[in-house]
């Protein structure tokens, strides 16, 4: 399964820098697309998420960009914090929640 | 915060054995999953589940598995002769509507020797 894309196997970043997260995706179906955290030993948790009818969405510190033309997204975490460093996940749907996931960037936030 | 749980962590079995993998889904939620990730790849679909029936399936999700709710609480992953290849960390999930975040579960590590 070859529809999303992450394409940087690992970031790292400085503390309270930003970090961004690239992930492309094939499927123009795509409706809804995720982003999960995933620690060692413990299992994906949901970070944030945009619907297609969006092109921006912000939680807190995290900001998710989905610019449709292009088919890709964005995460950005600002400011960093070594709490951060983690696997993420970028995931997407076509409404019925049959997530397909990206390979993961290993994100590593340096004090 | 109501949490997926899935027991056991890790699961050691010979090939051709049957193994049951066992989650309890947050209470009030409607869709179940499954999903896996063999070591250094993609977290995989592999079967979603509603209203006591089989909603979706990946191409992964052959005669060897099968999914139940035997009761109000419990969601199961059997693979009845597993093999190597089934070797991977096994994520239950679960949500109360579609287009909500999906809750993941620890995973169970299942090893097949």
């Known amino acids: 399964d070859q529809q999303v894309k992450q394409n940087s196997p690992s970031l790292s970043v400085q503390e309270g820098r930003i970090s961004i997260l690239n992930c492309d995706y094939t499927n123009s179906m795509f409706d809804y697309f995720l982003w999960y955290k995933k620690y060692p030993a413990e299992g994906p948790t949901f970070l944030i998420s945009?619907?297609?009818?969006?092109d921006k969405n912000e939680d807190g510190r995290f900001t998710v960009f989905l610019n449709k033309s292009a088919k890709h997204l964005s995460l950005h975490i600002v400011p960093s914090q070594p709490g951060d460093s983690a696997v993420y996940f970028c995931a997407a749907s076509v409404g019925d929640y049959k997530l397909s996931f990206g390979a993961g960037t290993t994100v590593t936030v340096r004090a | 915060e109501p949490e997926v749980t899935q027991t056991p962590s890790h699961q050691v079995t010979q090939m051709g054995q049957e193994v049951i993998l066992r989650c309890v889904p947050i209470s009030n939620h409607l869709y179940f999953y499954w999903y896996r990730q063999i070591l250094g790849q993609k977290v995989e679909f592999l079967v979603s589940?509603?209203?006591?029936?089989?909603?979706?399936k990946s191409e992964i999700f052959d005669d060897q598995f099968s999914v139940e709710r035997p009761d109000g609480s419990n969601f199961t992953l059997k693979i009845r002769s597993t093999k190597l290849e089934d070797s991977a960390m096994y994520f239950c999930?679960?949500?109360?509507?579609?287009?909500?975040?999906?809750?993941f579960g620890s995973g169970t590590q299942l090893s097949v020797l």
């Open positions: 589940f509603y209203n006591n029936e089989i909603s979706e």
């Open positions: 945009i619907s297609s009818i969006k």
């Open positions: 999930a679960s949500t109360k509507q579609t287009n909500e975040k999906l809750f």
